[in-house]
């Protein structure tokens, strides 16, 4: 049989001798020359002079027109010629024929169909390869697969394919069975090791299926195995997905309803003004209401600042104790206040601590104040019953004074008309001259005494008496300070003498005066206080300062002075240095406040070993609070 078109096939230059239009030779491969006996020198002559015979001649002839003129391949056979030659018509030059051995077309020809067939086979591969990989849906990818699986085989105008999978899914023709078909072609599908399904070729003709089909159809059993298990894995994790999203949306629940609570919490935190840390058993910060409060940090140090814990930790004993402490405790000039709450976990044991710190250096301030006023009340009500019970004998005295002096007057002239008769009179065991002359200057200092008895009275009654607070009083700083120092003259005399050096027409200025009395007070007893030793000496000094128009007091004594870390907290609350011996720090701060709410200045001029100086100016015009 001779194939009707050689025009694609591809064979060595070596094996074929092309004429042209003319029938002349253009081309002689080497094998073809010795087949029909020529040389190289023979080219460019017309093919049928080689041969003698001109009836040969006139057949060659035909055939090669009819070649041209049906373009399709003619046997030339030629006597004495062997084997048998074909002649074609050229696919790259028109009228050109080509001539070869028969037999040589025909294994090309037969290498060019297998060639065909495996790109066919590749394409198929390729194709359903890409439908799997490409379609989402395992039903459309193998609709689509069945077009490429039977384009794939050599016949395919005879060809059914059938893919059957477990459970009863059958894709492609189902009425197929391998009882009807002329020939089958059947791979198991495979997956995790178990067979899922099957897939058939069928010739509806009688044909044989080639090895490389065979192989085709185990490649393709492959593929779809894979993408099976390409779905199967992916099902697997659509159902993980899906539990994922449905714990997620609870987890989103959960986070929302602690978020709120968190706010919630936050918002609690944020309201309460006290300090309040949740500390871990290595007493690490792990929640806190203050900016300044570092998470992770120890609690004493981002607390207080203090590298060493606090005494009596309420934390600690939280801890150890699995109860709730509390403790009071000191740090500088402020108190606070400090609360534990142990949080015990599931086990009962304690997890973590709440504590708070409330700093109650305002209500301890309160609370000296008030103690302090408790005794000075205390103290007015027994100044003023001491000045009623002395009041009351004075009075007497007072009286009396004054008659014993007018009964003198009259007495004195009777005497001395006795006593000059009588030289040696001697009265209260004393010789009349010397009683003459000294009785009435007794009368008169006792006298003097009871007026100085009444004024001291006036004193502690003044003392005593209610303060409305008020800075509407016309306050007489000389006339305060000469009052006072009679009420405490006697015990600063015992460590100092006192030197006054009080301004003439100081002028008055508005206040209170027991406010201003209490100053002049402390002023005085710190003075005495800070002198050791004899020599002791005080001086109260008034002035008026014209340009300013202020009122200047200045007490000065010559006592141990102060250094400079005292000087500048000796008017800041409960900073004393007289702690053992009962100070309790609030005298000269409640006198600093008093000070301002005059609208005045107070200031400390002091040295160690060389004294201390408290200078005070006061305005002419009410006191304005600071």
């Known amino acids: 049989m001779i194939p009707e078109d050689y025009s694609s096939v591809w064979i060595c230059l070596q094996d074929v001798l092309i004429l042209d239009t003319d029938n002349q030779i253009v081309h002689s491969g080497d094998s073809m020359q010795a087949i029909l006996g020529i040389s190289d020198t023979s080219i460019k002559r017309r093919f049928v002079d080689i041969f003698p015979g001109s009836d040969e001649r006139i057949a060659i002839e035909e055939v090669l027109t009819s070649v041209r003129n049906e373009k399709k391949a003619h046997s030339l056979e030629i006597t004495g010629i062997d084997p048998t030659l074909t002649a074609f018509p050229s696919g790259g030059h028109q009228g050109q024929v080509v001539i070869a051995v028969q037999s040589q077309l025909?294994?090309?020809?037969?290498?060019?169909?297998?060639?065909?067939?495996?790109?066919?086979?590749?394409?198929?591969?390729?194709?359903?390869?890409?439908?799997?990989?490409?379609?989402?849906?395992?039903?459309?990818?193998?609709?689509?697969?069945?077009?490429?699986?039977?384009?794939?085989?050599?016949y395919p105008d005879i060809t059914s394919v059938k893919i059957q999978l477990k459970p009863g899914k059958?894709?492609?023709?189902?009425?197929?069975?391998?009882?009807?078909?002329?020939?089958?072609?059947?791979?198991?599908?495979?997956?995790g090791g178990r067979e899922i399904g099957r897939i058939f070729v069928f010739y509806r003709k009688p044909a044989e299926f080639l090895e490389e089909e065979d192989a085709l159809l185990t490649e393709i059993a492959i593929i779809l195995s894979n993408r099976l298990e390409r779905l199967k894995?992916?099902?697997?994790?659509?159902?993980?997905?899906?539990?994922?999203?449905?714990?997620?949306?609870?987890?989103?629940?959960?986070?929302?309803?602690?978020?709120?609570a968190?706010?919630?919490?936050?918002?609690?935190?944020?309201?309460?003004?006290?300090?309040?840390?949740?500390?871990?058993?290595?007493?690490?910060?792990?929640?806190?209401?203050?900016?300044?409060?570092?998470?992770?940090?120890?609690?004493?140090?981002?607390?207080?600042?203090?590298?060493?814990?606090?005494?009596?930790?309420?934390?600690?004993?939280?801890?150890?104790?699995?109860?709730?402490?509390?403790?009071?405790?000191?740090?500088?000039?402020?108190?606070?206040?400090?609360?534990?709450?142990?949080?015990?976990?599931?086990?009962?044991?304690?997890?973590?601590?709440?504590?708070?710190?409330?700093?109650?250096?305002?209500?301890?301030?309160?609370?000296?104040?008030?103690?302090?006023?408790?005794?000075?009340?205390?103290?007015?009500?027994?100044?003023?019953?001491?000045?009623?019970?002395?009041n009351n004998p004075n009075t007497f005295i007072r009286g009396n004074v004054k008659i014993v002096q007018e009964a003198f007057q009259d007495i004195f002239p009777l005497l001395d008309s006795i006593y000059a008769n009588q030289p040696d009179l001697k009265l209260a065991r004393l010789n009349y001259g010397i009683f003459r002359k000294h009785i009435p200057q007794l009368i008169?200092?006792?006298?003097?005494?009871?007026?100085?008895?009444?004024?001291?009275?006036?004193?502690?009654?003044?003392?005593?008496?209610?303060?409305?607070?008020?800075?509407?009083?016309?306050?007489?700083?000389?006339?305060?300070?000469?009052?006072?120092?009679?009420?405490?003259?006697?015990?600063?005399?015992k460590c100092a003498s006192i030197r006054?050096?009080?301004?003439?027409?100081?002028?008055?200025?508005?206040?209170?005066?027991?406010?201003?009395?209490?100053?002049?007070?402390?002023?005085?007893?710190?003075?005495?206080?800070?002198?050791?030793?004899?020599?002791?000496?005080?001086?109260?000094?008034?002035?008026?300062?014209?340009?300013?128009?202020?009122?200047?007091?200045?007490?000065?004594?010559?006592?141990?002075?102060?250094d400079e870390k005292t000087r500048k907290h000796i008017f800041d609350p409960f900073y004393t240095t007289k702690r053992n011996s009962g100070g309790t720090g609030l005298g000269l701060s409640i006198l600093y406040g008093i000070i301002k709410d005059h609208g005045g200045t107070i200031n400390v001029?002091?040295?160690?070993?060389?004294?201390?100086?408290f200078t005070i100016r006061l305005p002419l015009g009410r006191g304005e609070t600071s």
Do not use: W
Not at 233 to 260: A, D, F, G, M, Q
Not at 270 to 297: C, F, H, M, R
Not at 605 to 613: F, M, P, Q, R
């Open 106 to 154: 025909e294994a090309a020809n037969r290498m060019q169909h297998q060639l065909k067939e495996r790109v066919k086979e590749l394409e198929c591969l390729y194709n359903i390869s890409r439908e799997m990989k490409g379609s989402q849906d395992l039903d459309e990818a193998i609709e689509a697969s069945m077009k490429h699986l039977i384009a794939g085989f050599q």
């Open 170 to 191: 059958v894709y492609g023709d189902r009425n197929m069975v391998p009882e009807t078909a002329a020939n089958t072609l059947e791979k198991p599908i495979v997956l």
């Open 233 to 260: 894995y992916v099902r697997t994790l659509e159902k993980r997905r899906k539990v994922l999203l449905s714990k997620n949306e609870k987890l989103l629940e959960l986070t929302e309803v602690c978020s709120t």
């Open 262 to 390: 968190r706010k919630k919490l936050q918002a609690v935190l944020d309201a309460i003004t006290d300090k309040l840390v949740v500390i871990g058993p290595e007493y690490k910060v792990v929640l806190s209401n203050n900016d300044k409060i570092q998470v992770g940090g120890i609690c004493h140090k981002e607390t207080f600042f203090s590298d060493d814990r606090c005494e009596n930790c309420p934390s600690e004993i939280a801890f150890n104790e699995s109860r709730p402490a509390v403790t009071e405790l000191r740090r500088g000039d402020k108190y606070y206040f400090i609360r534990a709450y142990p949080i015990l976990c599931d086990e009962g044991e304690v997890e973590r601590v709440v504590e708070t710190v409330n700093d109650v250096t305002n209500q301890k301030q309160m609370e000296a104040q008030l103690f302090q006023s408790y005794k000075l009340a205390s103290i007015g009500k027994l100044v003023a019953g001491v000045a009623h019970e002395i």
């Open 444 to 493: 008169e200092d006792i006298n003097h005494g009871t007026d100085r008895i009444n004024k001291i009275v006036l004193g502690l009654r003044n003392f005593a008496k209610k303060d409305d607070g008020l800075l509407t009083e016309d306050v007489d700083l000389n006339n305060l300070i000469r009052n006072n120092l009679r009420i405490v003259k006697k015990e600063i005399g």
């Open 500 to 562: 006054e050096n009080l301004a003439d027409d100081l002028p008055i200025f508005k206040g209170n005066k027991q406010k201003m009395e209490q100053v002049l007070m402390n002023l005085l007893t710190n003075a005495a206080q800070a002198i050791i030793g004899e020599h002791g000496l005080i001086t109260i000094q008034t002035s008026y300062d014209a340009e300013a128009k202020n009122v200047v007091l200045q007490i000065q004594d010559n006592g141990t002075g102060m």
């Open 605 to 613: 001029d002091s040295e160690v070993g060389e004294g201390t100086t």
